[in-house]
C-alpha cells in the first residue's frame, strides 16, 4: 500500500469525528450539514473505497444522533445523498482506473520509445563506424599515401611537421605530436599544438606509452584498471618494434577512441618506421652529392639496394631512365628526394632516376609532368 493511501485512511476518521463535532455544537441550525460535505468530497476524490468507507461511517453517525453529537440527519435525505455520491463514486473510480491504464500505456510508450532512440543512435554509430571503413579502407588512406608521398624527405622538421598535419586533418585529431626515441629518452619531432609531454620525456612515465611499446599501440580508455600517470595521452602508437619513436594522440574526440583509427594510426606508423630512417639517411646523404645535385654511380646502387629491400615490405619505387640534351633542365625539375646519376649511352648523356614511394601510377604521372616541362616527350631507354 501507498504511503498516500495510508495517509487517507488515517485522515478520514480524523475528518469525520470533526465534522460530527461541528454538526452537532456548532453548527445545528443550518440545513446543510458538514457531514454532508465531508462525504460528497470523498466520494469524488477518493475512490470507490473510501466512499464505502465513507457512508459507512456517514451511517455510524446517524444511529448515533440521539447520542451527545446528535445532527438531526433526515433518513430519506441522507438515502438520496448516499445514492448520489455512490454513483459519482462510481464514475470517479472507472475515470481513475481509466487514467491509470492510459497511464501505463503512456509509460510504455515513452520506454518503447526511449528504446528506439537508442537503437537508432546505436545504428547510427554503426552505419557511421561503417563508412570511415569504407572511406579509410578504400580510396580514403590510398588518397592519404598519395599525399604522403608529395611531403619533402630532404628536411626532417619539414617532414615530420608536414606528416602530423596531413594526418591531424585527415582524421581530424586536433592533437598529435611525433617522437623520436633514443637511449631511454623521447625528444619531440613535430606537434600539431603543444604537447603534454613538452619537448622530452622519459620512458616510464606513462603507462600509455609503456603499453604502446609492448603491444604496438594503445589507448588510455582500454587502462583505466591501471594506476595511470597525471600525465597520459588518449592513444599512442609505436614507430618499429625497438621502438624508432612513437605517435601521440594528445587530443581527440573520445568518440572516435571506439573506431578503428587505432589500426589506421598503426598502418602509418609502419609506413613512417621506414621512412623516418630514410629521412635521416637523406640528410647524410645530402652532403654527399655531386655539384649538379646528382650522386656518384656507386652510391646510386647502394639506394637502389635499400629501396630493393623496402619494397619487399609494401613499400614500392620506381626508376626511370632518360637520354636527353636537356639534363640539366631535367635535374632542376627533379624532387629533393628524387636519386639520379649521370652516365654515358652511345654519345647520349643519360640520367638514371630512382622515385621513392612511387609505384606505376605514379611513374606514368611523373613522366607526364616532366613531358610537360620540357615541352616534348622524353627519350626513355632501358633502365639497365
Known sequence: MKSNEVYMYVELPLVYVLSVVLDGWFLQGFSLKVIWLTLIFYSVRRGILIHVLSVSM?????????????????????????????VTALINTFRMHKMRYLMRDLNEKDREISELKDRITYMKSIIEDLRDRIFYEGEGISSLFMKLKDVRMDNSRIFYGDFVKIVSDFFSIPGMSVYRYRHGFYRLLASTKPSIFGFTFREGVSVVVDEAVKKGSARITDLFDRELSNVEPWMAVSIGKEPKGMLIVDEIDPAKLNKPYEKYLSALCSWLDAMMGRVEEFEILKGNRLPDRTYPPDMYEEIREELEDMEKSGLPFSEVCICSDKIDEILRFLREDDISTRFKRNDYECLRILLPMCDDHGKKRFLERLRRSLGEDPKICDVD
Open 58 to 86: 456517514f451511517f455510524l453517525s446517524i444511529f448515533l444522533e440521539e447520542t451527545a453529537f446528535m445532527v438531526n440527519v433526515n433518513l430519506l435525505e441522507s438515502s438520496v445523498l448516499v445514492g448520489v455520491t455512490t
